[in-house]
């Protein structure tokens, strides 16, 4: 069974920056769009970001485009979401998951689509 992890949440002020992590295991990342998601509390599950499988294209929600960035590391298996310029609207765990319908990005991001998800790291952004 394939589940990502996901590493490198915490407490930041705002106006700071993180990046997260997620290894994804026995996978290839040229064969899935991997997308990163946020859930706040009593909040449905957000789709922010999302890199395709093969040419780099990429996806990022409204709320996050311009502070985020997406990238990834083909041989580590790994997927890295910048943070910046983070605001306490940002607070949420977030999450990375495969998209097995798809190998390029769509807007918005169909949770449903995605699978081998991690547990999530936590992010809370207070001054």
């Known amino acids: 069974q394939v589940q990502f992890v996901e590493s490198g949440g915490g407490l930041v002020q705002p106006g700071g920056s993180l990046r997260l992590s997620c290894l994804a295991p026995g996978i290839s990342l040229d064969d899935y769009a991997i997308g990163w998601f946020r859930q706040a509390p009593g909040k449905e599950r957000e789709g922010i970001a999302c890199?395709?499988?093969?040419?780099?294209?990429?996806y990022y929600a409204d709320s996050v485009r311009d502070r985020f960035t997406i990238s990834k590391d083909r041989a580590k298996k790994m997927v890295f979401l910048r943070l910046s310029s983070l605001k306490p609207e940002d607070t949420a765990v977030y999450s990375c998951?495969?998209?097995?319908?798809?190998?390029?990005?769509?807007?918005?991001?169909?949770?449903?689509?995605?699978?081998?998800w991690g547990q999530g790291t936590q992010v809370t952004v207070d001054s």
């Open positions: 998951a495969a998209n097995l319908m798809r190998t390029r990005c769509v807007s918005p991001q169909r949770p449903h689509e995605f699978d081998y």
């Open positions: 890199i395709s499988s093969s040419d780099g294209n990429t």
